[in-house]
């Protein structure tokens, strides 16, 4: 499905957003991408979409080369994949219903389709009982879940979500990799990027983590943190630890001598 | 494009012109002065020209008056060596009985304590070109060939003034035109790219979920072409009130010089220039907004 060649994207003077990335995603994958903010997650995604061409490399998805891609083709390659925001991207004056009618509309499709489709997608992010509400109306986790129906509207065979837990809490986020992780059973290849480790923890799924531009890790029911990384981490705050109650312990003494006691 | 489309984007056009409120009035605010500006220049331009180039055809006439002895024969010799002059066009003898009897119709008070007709014979001649008036005039006057005549009246020095005027409104008026043109499409512009940079995120929906160029550009040239003629339309409606208001002002004070020229510029021909011209603005307003916008796709 996707498939990105020693890929390197180099910005204007400055350290690579990316350097040398190889990866491989299947049909129907589930992959979370990992790494602190600045990391290169956001910048490989916008590859996928054809936001952003690497300086490097080539780029593949769905058999498509997204390098020599002309720019008159991009909008047809966009309606074959679903992207999701941090920030959800609703059109603010348009109803629930509306804004999933609108990646329909723009992209051309007809009143039947639209009919059928819709309400199907509004289901499926459990979003069906609220078509009316506009989004000030909504809680965050339902923003996304409606954002996540407009990008599932047209059926692509790739979803994209770019930190789309970010703004909601453990259980809202939790709620929403859920629906995630659903709609990539059904066949379609999901790519989250995220820095929310507890989900990515717990769900036990392909992880891809990158750290200053480069791939550090791919590891197939991978955890937020690299076990030895985990391992290190424990030992030193363990050692911290120590230390720590030794001085307490030491001050506690000096002054207890202090006190000539 | 697919009919359905088509009014789904005319629909979203004016759903958005609706919704942008404030911002939209605004725009047609603004577009409406600047085409007001625009259109009442290149009026006024366009009729000084049309009356400083109607006025030297009545400057091209001199008026030859005779000696009150002259006999009607001669009267006519006179007429008939005129007439063979290398610069007239037409001459034509107002007689001095004809002259008489009008004055005793319009000014019947004055004809009757007169107890005769002073008048003279007049013959009225018309230079072929307002630029020979001059030269027409000077061998009119040589008392040596017409000693007949007693006064040559001709419009000389004004000819001169009005056809220099004409030919400077001409030039000002167009620079004046040319630079106005400019600076309205500026303004359409720029008020088209505010209207592009409120709906920026609907804008980029749109492109994320793969809406052609084609498709996100069409609503704001149909945007810029609203404002455009709506401006228009507002706009010769100032025009043509004020312009009315200004020839009432000009007959109230009786200038021979601003006489009753007609126009050949109809309103209905200004309205629908204008509103030509605000289309014109408008598209190509809204398509240098969205030039540098749209490349970043």
């Known amino acids: ?123 499926q992010v459990s979003m069906a009982h609220r078509p009316d509400a506009f989004p000030h109306q909504l809680s965050g986790g339902e923003q996304q879940r409606v954002a996540i129906a407009r990008a599932l509207v047209n059926d692509p065979p790739l979803l994209i979500a770019d930190e789309p837990t970010g703004n909601l809490d453990p259980d809202t986020s939790q709620g929403i990799v859920e629906l995630l992780c659903h709609i990539s059973a059904n ?15 717990r769900m036990q799924r392909r992880v891809v983590a990158f750290e200053q531009g480069r791939l550090v890790r791919d590891e197939n029911r991978g955890a937020y943190r690299s076990s030895e990384h985990v391992a290190s981490e424990s030992a030193s705050s363990a050692f911290q630890f120590s230390e720590a109650e030794l001085t307490a312990e030491d001050e506690i003494d000096a002054i207890l001598t202090g006190a000539g006691l | 494009m697919k009919p359905n489309s088509l009014l789904f984007l005319v629909r979203e056009c004016f759903l958005s012109i609706r919704r942008n409120g404030l911002m939209s009035l605004a725009a047609l605010g603004t577009v409406t002065v600047a085409l007001t500006v625009l259109g009442a220049s290149l009026w006024t331009a366009y009729r000084v020209v049309e009356v400083a180039q109607q006025q030297p055809q009545r400057f091209n006439e001199i008026d030859v008056f005779l000696n009150v002895e002259t006999e009607r024969p001669q009267s006519l010799a006179v007429m008939e060596r005129i007439r063979l002059l290398p610069d007239v066009s037409t001459v034509h003898m107002i007689t001095k009985e ?58 000389g020095q004004e000819v001169r003034k009005m056809l220099g005027f004409a030919r400077l409104m001409r030039v000002i008026g167009g620079g004046a035109a040319i630079g106005l043109f400019i600076s309205t499409l500026f303004i359409i512009q720029n008020t088209i790219r505010l209207t592009v940079f ?93 030039r540098r916008f749209l490349r970043q796709i």
């Open chain 1, 1 to 123: 499905m996707i498939v990105l060649k020693d890929i390197s994207v180099a910005y204007a003077q400055g350290i690579p957003a990316l350097a040398e990335v190889c990866l491989t995603v299947q049909r129907g994958e589930f992959v979370f991408l990992v790494g602190p903010t600045g990391a290169g997650k956001s910048t490989l995604l916008k590859l996928l979409y054809r936001e952003e061409r690497p300086t490097q490399g080539s780029v593949f998805v769905d058999g498509q080369n997204l390098n020599v891609m002309r720019l008159r083709q991009i909008p047809q390659f966009r309606r074959q994949i679903g992207i999701v925001f941090q920030d959800y991207g609703l059109l603010p004056n348009k109803t629930v219903y509306e804004n999933v009618v609108f990646a329909l509309r723009v992209i051309g499709a007809s009143r039947k389709e639209i009919r059928k489709q819709v309400p199907h997608a509004l289901e």
């Open chain 1, 187 to 201: 066949g379609t290849t999901v790519i989250v990027a995220t820095h929310d480790s507890a989900i990515v923890d």
């Open chain 2, 98 to 155: 004809s002259a008489w009897s009008y004055l005793q119709t319009s000014n019947p008070a004055l004809t009757t304590a007169l107890p005769d007709n002073p008048l003279m014979d007049k013959i009225e001649v018309e230079a072929k070109q307002v630029s020979h008036v001059d030269r027409l005039a000077i061998s009119l006057r040589d008392t040596a060939q017409f000693p007949e005549a007693m006064q040559v009246n001709d419009g």
């Open chain 2, 198 to 290: 409120a709906r920026r995120r609907e804008i980029r929906i749109m492109q994320l979920v793969g809406a052609t160029p084609g498709f996100i550009r069409f609503p704001m040239l149909l945007e810029g072409l609203f404002y455009g003629i709506f401006g228009a339309v507002i706009a010769s409606g100032i025009i043509l009130f004020a312009a009315r208001e200004v020839s009432k002002f000009v007959a109230d004070i009786h200038s021979p010089l601003l006489g009753d020229v007609p126009s050949r510029l109809t309103a209905p021909d200004m309205i629908s220039g204008l509103i030509a011209i605000g289309a014109l603005l408008g598209l190509l307003g809204s398509m240098l907004a969205m």
